[in-house]
């Protein structure tokens, strides 16, 4: 006969896989209600910890892995900054990985299985597949010590932290609008992500309470890319009837952009008004200096960190923890009132 799971006890009192693990390992955590539940569970399943799970969670490699997509992204340096600051103050090393396409799954079940790592902050915007996620809670008898960035409330299955990208291209829009712009495009984000959807709605959303038309002709592929925004610059300049203003997914786009149009001889801002978002290290530099939206970068990074370590030494109460940071405008000079 198979053995019950922590998964079985879970489906048998209605609750979820780490209100398990919290009713048994700190029972202090939960309500008698639940404990009573959990317990009735357990006792109706012959439910015993395995010893492997327990003596696994005891192993201390005081490391966690962080993956990235792109290693090279001048985007993630800053958030780097905040894992590694919060990292050193409780004593733990990090590893940084730039597993290579369809790689990322295997890299984090390899390392914590072997107990190379303690916990895994993913920053490249992956999933864990479900088979993936419920083997690791086994091993774990409750949540693993995986924290991700998403772009998403809710579009990751583990705990997570976020901004509003909704609302984030809305305060982008309405930087544009206050400075009088009424013809506005967007070189969108990348495909089959959430921050494209949500960014360019936000900038829809300002458009519309200002009373402004979307033309859906100013609103070209972009990407995340300085290549990207080149190419988003392309279509631009193929435009008969161009907008005032371009509101780029993020700062490197923005800077692509700019750089082909001065190629053809096309002044920012005094031409065209060009706005990014994350601002990075060098959107103070750039010139002209980039308006842009500012994400917490550094401080996100010290949150995926700080709840990371929470999981390894169970402290987290939340079912799924999710933390969402807040963003604001960072106006320069790449953006220019209209009159």
């Not at 279509?235 to 149009?261: H, V, Y």
């Not at 706005?275 to 995926?304: C, N, W």
């Amino acid at each position: 006969m198979k053995r019950p799971s922590i998964g079985d006890v879970a489906r048998q009192a209605g609750v979820s896989t780490a209100t398990v693990s919290r009713a048994i390992n700190a029972p202090e955590t939960v309500t008698e209600k639940t404990r009573r539940k959990v317990q009735e569970a357990v006792d109706a399943l012959h439910y015993v910890q395995s010893e492997t799970a327990r003596n696994f969670k005891k192993q201390r490699a005081n490391t966690v892995l962080v993956v990235a997509a792109d290693i090279g992204n001048i985007y993630y340096s800053e958030i780097f900054r905040g894992i590694q600051r919060r990292a050193e103050a409780s004593s733990y090393s990090t590893i940084i990985a730039n597993p290579s396409p369809g790689g990322t799954q295997d890299l984090i079940l390899s390392n914590l299985r072997n107990a190379r790592v303690d916990g895994v902050i993913i920053l490249s915007g992956h999933e864990i597949a479900d088979h993936d996620l419920e083997l690791l809670q086994q091993l774990y008898a409750g949540p693993p010590p995986i924290v991700a960035m998403s772009e998403e409330r809710g579009y990751m299955r583990v705990p997570h932290i976020l901004i509003d990208n909704e609302r984030a291209g809305y305060v982008a829009g309405r930087h544009l609008i206050e400075m009088g712009h009424t013809r506005i495009g967007h070189a969108y984000g990348p495909h089959r992500t959430p921050v494209r959807r949500a960014r360019a709605n936000g900038l829809r959303r300002a458009m519309g309470e200002a009373g402004i038309a979307v033309n859906d002709t100013w609103f070209f592929e972009g990407g995340f890319s300085a290549i990207g925004g080149r190419a988003a610059a392309q279509s631009f300049l193929s435009l008969k009837d161009r907008p005032t203003a371009i509101f780029c997914a993020n700062d490197e786009a923005a800077m692509g952009f700019i750089s082909q149009l001065h190629r053809y001889g096309i002044s920012v801002p005094d031409d065209l008004s060009v706005m990014g978002f994350d601002d990075i290290v060098l959107a103070d530099t750039y010139v002209p200096g980039l308006s842009t939206v500012h994400q917490p970068k550094e401080e996100m990074g010290r949150h995926a960190m700080n709840l990371v370590l929470d999981i390894i030494e169970g402290r987290t109460k939340a079912e799924l923890p999710i933390i969402e940071l807040p963003v604001h405008l960072v106006p320069r000079e790449s953006v220019a009132r209209i009159t």
